[in-house]
């Protein structure tokens, strides 16, 4: 992290946050139109995510939204390693 | 030329006497707009309460000559509150030092309560402005006052992912931060609209970040940015913008030192104040030694006498 001169000074900055990977999370009954989907509605507002849709989100955003009881983690499926070995052909 | 010898220079004179002015030159160039802007209540206990109210929507409303007349529902306003909080800061000065002549000080204890109470304004203003929860005090835990960002529930546009907060029970729970994007005119066109459909007619400020203010400056809007240059004078370039006449009336765009980085607010001044339970005072403490101790403190809280008349673009790069 480069030094500035408001860490020299002392001065309370705010560092920017390393963006995170997205993670899958569901909504809840609780987080029914509480979530926003980034979209804002010149009449409506924000248009907001209903309960039982999935959405991908950086991990900070979703841990909070967690913790508010808005949504449950996805567990992610990943796919098998095949246990047939790859025949390496020497050319 | 040269200088004859022995010419005694000031670098080689004993006793030159010291050319230290009397002032302190100082840098808060607008301390604390928010907080100047909006008006001023006192409240009697620590859990401040107000009811708020918006009309019904309009509708069609005719009727039959000679009709009778039945009773609609009644509607009840909404009862909500705020915590106080308590500011405060302390200080210690010596006797020396109080009995020292210090430039720029005619008083070392006055000057230390200055610069003190300037930095409990600023910590108001912090608390006024920023994400903050409120807190009941209880047991260890100190008491917060629910902030401007958290009240906003009605007129707020969030990244993906980004959850208001509000009032419920008691409490003002923060916002959830979405996924940032860049702040733009049309940002900016869409959330009037619909704060104004909303019941928001009077958003008179922008309180913005410095960065957001450059970007905001760059909204080309449908100004025509030309001045005549007369004669030999030089051209003046134009490169900000301080009023942003929208289609539901005059912007003001208020630049803030703190705490806003990633967030706008729009502010109708009339709907929010300053909440007093305990006014900013000096008070001096037990002397315990060879000095003398003072403190600081204020208490107060945020009133937000309807969250639906402003507004907060959220989540901004």
Known sequence: MPVTAALIEGRSVTPPKE??????????????GKISTGVHDRTYGDELYADGETFAVAGDIAEELEERGFVTFVPVEVAPVSKEKTKIKDE | MA????????YATIGVREDLENNIYKVSANLTPFTNMIGKASVNQPYHEWETYSTRAAATNANEQGDDTAASASEQPVRVGNRTQIFKD??????????T???????????????????IIKDIEYAFLTNQASVTAAGSTAPKLGG???????????????SSGGFSAGTVAAATNGTQRPFTEALLKTVLASSFSNGASNISYALVSATHKQTFSAFTGIADIRAE????????IYAGADVYVSDFGSLTVVPVQYPLTRDVLLVDPSMWS???????KVEPLAKTGDGSKFQ???EKTLICRNQKASAVIADLS
């Open chain 2, 101 to 119: 002549v210090v430039a720029g000080q005619s008083d070392t204890e006055a000057w230390q309560k200055l610069q003190k109470s300037e930095g």
């Open chain 2, 274 to 280: 300053v909440g007093t339970l305990r006014p900013m």
């Open chain 2, 229 to 236: 240059v007369k004669g030999t004078n030089q051209a003046t």
């Open chain 2, 148 to 162: 401007f960002q958290a009240w906003i529930t009605s007129n707020v546009s969030r990244g993906s992912g980004g």
């Open chain 2, 90 to 99: 302390g200080g210690t000065i010596s006797e020396t030092t109080k009995a």
């Open chain 2, 3 to 10: 200088v004859p010898s022995n010419t005694q220079m000031t």
């Open chain 1, 19 to 32: 963006p995170q990977a997205p993670v899958l999370v569901k909504v809840t009954r609780r987080g029914h």
């Open chain 2, 296 to 298: 600081i403190v204020a």
